[in-house]
C-alpha cells in the first residue's frame, strides 16, 4: 500500500499517535465498524459452507477465525505492522508485533475497506482472506496447550515444553520455545513472552500430531 487513501491511513492510525500528533480521529471508530462486518461476512461463510453443523459449532468456528491471534496474524500477512502510526511509546515498547494492535488494525482496515468499495467487493475480499482458514481453522491460542495434551495424552504421548531461545533488548524480549512429544520436537513458536512463545509451539505441535 505505497499511497494509501485517507481512510487506509486512518486505520493505521492508533490512539497514541493522534494524541501526540494532536489528531482528532483514531482508528477506533473504523475497527468497530470492521469488527462488524467481519462477524457477519464470516458467518455467512460458515454458514454456506458447512450446512450440516449445529448453532454452537459454527459460533466456536467463527470465535476461532476471527479471535485476535487470527487476525493479528493476517494483519502481519498484510504488512500491516510495518505500516503502522503508533506514538513514541507504542514504538519503543514493540507495538508493531503486538497482537491487540494487529488485530485492532485489521478490523480497521476492514471497516476502510467497507466504506471505500462496498459490501460486495468487501465480501468478496474477506471470503478470499478467510478461505484457508475453513479447511485449517486456527485454534485460539489460549487453548492451544490444553487441546495438545489433551491429543497426546489420547495417544499415550509425553509432552514437554524446552526454551530454545532469547534474543532482543530486555525491554522488548523474543523467547522461541519447543514443543518435544515423546522426546521430538514437532513444533516451535515465538513470542514476548514464554507464555506465548509456549502457545505458538503448542499449536504447531497440535497441527502436526492432528495430520498424522
Known amino acids: 500500500m505505497p499511497d494509501p487513501s485517507p481512510l487506509l491511513r486512518l486505520a493505521l492510525t492508533h490512539p497514541s499517535y493522534a494524541s501526540e500528533q494532536g489528531l482528532q480521529e483514531t ?16 458467518a455467512e461463510l460458515l454458514y454456506e459452507r458447512f450446512p450440516d453443523l449445529p448453532e454452537g459449532e459454527l459460533t466456536m468456528r467463527r470465535a476461532a477465525m476471527v479471535c485476535e491471534e487470527s487476525l493479528a ?22 507495538g508493531r508485533e503486538k497482537p491487540s ?22 465480501r468478496e475480499w474477506v471470503r478470499q482472506v478467510f478461505a484457508p482458514f475453513l479447511e485449517n481453522p ?6 492451544a496447550r490444553s487441546r495438545l495434551h489433551e491429543l497426546a495424552q489420547e495417544r499415550g504421548l509425553d509432552v514437554k515444553f524446552l526454551l530454545v ?10 523467547f522461541t520455545m519447543a514443543a518435544l512429544v515423546d522426546g521430538a520436537e514437532r513444533g516451535r513458536g515465538a513470542g514476548p513472552s514464554k507464555q506465548e ?7 504447531a505441535a497440535y497441527r502436526f500430531l492432528r495430520e498424522q
Open 27 to 42: 482508528n477506533q471508530r473504523l475497527e468497530f465498524l470492521g469488527d462488524a462486518v467481519l462477524g457477519l461476512f464470516v
Open 73 to 94: 496474524q493476517l494483519a502481519k500477512e498484510h504488512g500491516l505492522g510495518e505500516q503502522l502510526r503508533l506514538g513514541r511509546g507504542e514504538e519503543l515498547t514493540g
Open 101 to 122: 494492535l494487529l488485530a485492532d488494525a485489521f478490523e480497521a482496515v476492514v471497516g476502510a475497506h467497507y466504506l471505500e468499495h462496498g459490501l460486495q467487493r468487501t
Open 138 to 143: 486456527p485454534l485460539p491460542l489460549r487453548d
Open 165 to 174: 531461545g532469547q534474543e532482543g533488548p530486555p525491554h522488548h524480549p523474543t
Open 197 to 203: 512463545a509456549t502457545a505458538h509451539a503448542a499449536a
